[in-house]
């Protein structure tokens, strides 16, 4: 009832090409979902969140979509570039006090130049 | 503002020994929060920290334990190490301005590598 499934494992896009990722959750009580861009050697960095009560939100080139009744959500990265190249993980919560992520196994995403 | 600090940033033991992470959150987060980073299994959660009190626990043996201090700064415990342990291990604050989940922004991690 915890876990949270991620597709693909890796993804290999051309510049300028649109990375979709994919994610499906198994709990209904999850109401957050963020998506974090990690670097080799960093820690992960919040991309982009939503909450249930809207079925997409976009920021710059990051789009989540939601789709509740499927439990599935997932993230388009349009306009790929290199510095895009990184693993992507979702992840889902609570909406509580409590902070606590339950984690995609993450993509590896490469953009090629 | 000074983003999430662990110290150290690289750790080497041996099997059997105990080992002591710190962080130190964002000025003014209240909330702490460690994560276990394997290839294997991924991002775990292992347990939460506010105001001292521990709110949540992940489903990680009793050599895991964690505390927090009144400045918010967070220490977790890792006794009787093993093989397994070998991990980048992850401190996250957040605000946590009640009744929601809140951002939680990671620090760089602490690699450690059980011998």
């Known amino acids: 009832q915890q876990q949270v499934k991620q597709s693909p494992q890796s993804l290999i896009v051309q510049k300028g090409g649109i990375s979709i990722i994919n994610c499906a959750y198994e709990?209904?009580?999850?109401?957050?979902f963020p998506w974090y861009q990690q670097f080799p050697g960093k820690g992960p960095a919040l991309l982009i969140a939503?909450?249930?009560?809207?079925s997409e939100k976009k920021e710059g080139r990051f789009t989540i979509s939601f789709n509740k009744s499927a439990k599935q959500f997932s993230l388009h990265i349009m306009d790929s570039q290199p510095g895009d190249s990184a693993t992507y993980f979702c992840a889902a919560s609570r909406d509580t006090g409590f902070q606590k992520l339950v984690f995609g196994t993450g993509t590896r995403l490469l953009v090629s130049p | 503002k000074a983003g999430v600090t662990q110290t150290p940033r690289y750790l080497i033991k041996t099997r059997g020994q105990q080992v002591t992470l710190s962080c130190s959150p964002i000025s003014g987060h209240r909330s702490v929060s460690w994560y276990q980073q394997t290839p294997g299994q991924g991002l775990q959660f292992l347990f939460e920290y506010f105001s001292e009190t521990q709110r949540n626990k992940g489903n990680f043996p009793g050599r895991f334990s964690g505390r927090q201090f009144s400045n918010s700064r967070s220490e977790m415990n890792v006794s009787t190490l093993e093989l397994g342990d070998s991990a980048l291990y992850l401190c996250?604050?957040?605000?946590?301005?009640?009744?929601?989940?809140?951002?939680?922004?990671f620090g760089p991690g602490t690699r450690l590598t059980v011998l």
């Open positions: 996250a604050s957040s605000f946590n301005r009640g009744g929601f989940a809140d951002t939680q922004y």
């Open positions: 939503i909450r249930p009560d809207v």
């Open positions: 709990n209904t009580a999850f109401d957050y």
